[in-house]
Antibody, heavy 122, light 107 residues
Framework: EGRLLESGGDLVQPGGSLRLSCAAS????????MNWVRQAPGKGPEWVSV????????YYADSVKGRFTISRDNSRNTLYLQMKSLRAEDTALYYC???????????????WGQGTMVTVSS | DIIMTQSPGTLSVSPGERATLSCRAS??????LAWYQQKPGQAPRLLLS???TRATGVPATISGSGSGTEFTLTISSLQSEDFAVYYC?????????FGQGTKLEIK
């Protein structure tokens, strides 16, 4: 059974930066595309970004494009999200999530971490 | 972007009864539709992918149907653990998009 553990969430001022990490275990990390999904308090999930298994393809929601960068280190089984120019509307619980089928471009998200909270406020 | 619309927003059902939740896509997503269950303080849990394929450990009381733009999640004989918020999500293309959720509450 795979597991994901996010870290790095914090209280940050508007305009600030933060890097989130997601440590994976229990599955072959390097063969699955990985995603970041966020959920603002009391709201539904919002997909943020995806990275292909090898890291060569990335895609972002328009709301974060140009400010967030997704990356991965397959040797460390770790996924990252570098966030800059943070805004109040980025306040949310950030989850990393694995696609259900390896070597697929699009698929459902079958394993989620417990999330790490990012609060953007002065 | 593909807009996912769920109905109703809240559904009140008695234990032991059947619940039917709906999800509509603004354009065809084929069968690239997932359903998730979320309980307070927990991450979403995958229930169904491919519109109707149950994820590991999901009981047979949960079923899904539909394709194209209209989808349904059915929970037969509701148990206490089924009362939660349910989200549909399309993964036909990026950006993946979620519905706004249906809260299933005890009547």
């Amino acid at each position: 059974e795979g597991r994901l553990l996010e870290s790095g969430g914090d209280l940050v001022q508007p305009g600030g930066s933060l890097r989130l990490s997601c440590a994976a275990s229990g599955f072959t990390f390097s063969t699955y595309s990985m995603n970041w999904v966020r959920q603002a308090p009391g709201k539904g999930p919002e997909w943020v970004s995806v990275i292909s298994s090898g890291g060569g393809t990335t895609y972002y929601a328009d709301s974060v494009k140009g400010r967030f960068t997704i990356s991965r280190d397959n040797s460390r089984n770790t996924l990252y999200l570098q966030m800059k120019s943070l805004r109040a509307e980025d306040t949310a619980l950030y989850y990393c999530a694995k696609v259900a089928v390896e070597a697929t471009k699009y698929n459902a998200l079958d394993i989620w971490g417990q999330g790490t909270m990012v609060t953007v406020s002065s | 972007d593909i807009i996912m619309t769920q109905s109703p927003g809240t559904l009140s059902v008695s234990p032991g009864e059947r619940a039917t939740l709906s999800c509509r896509a603004s354009q065809s997503v084929g069968s690239d539709l997932a359903w998730y269950q979320q309980k307070p303080g927990q991450a979403p849990r995958l229930l169904l992918s491919g519109a109707s394929t149950r994820a590991t450990g999901v009981p047979a009381t949960i079923s899904g149907s539909g394709s194209g733009t209209e989808f349904t999640l059915t929970i037969s004989s509701l148990q206490s653990e089924d009362f939660a918020v349910y989200y549909c999500q399309q993964y036909n293309n990026w950006p993946y998009t979620f519905g706004q959720g249906t809260k299933l509450e005890i009547k």
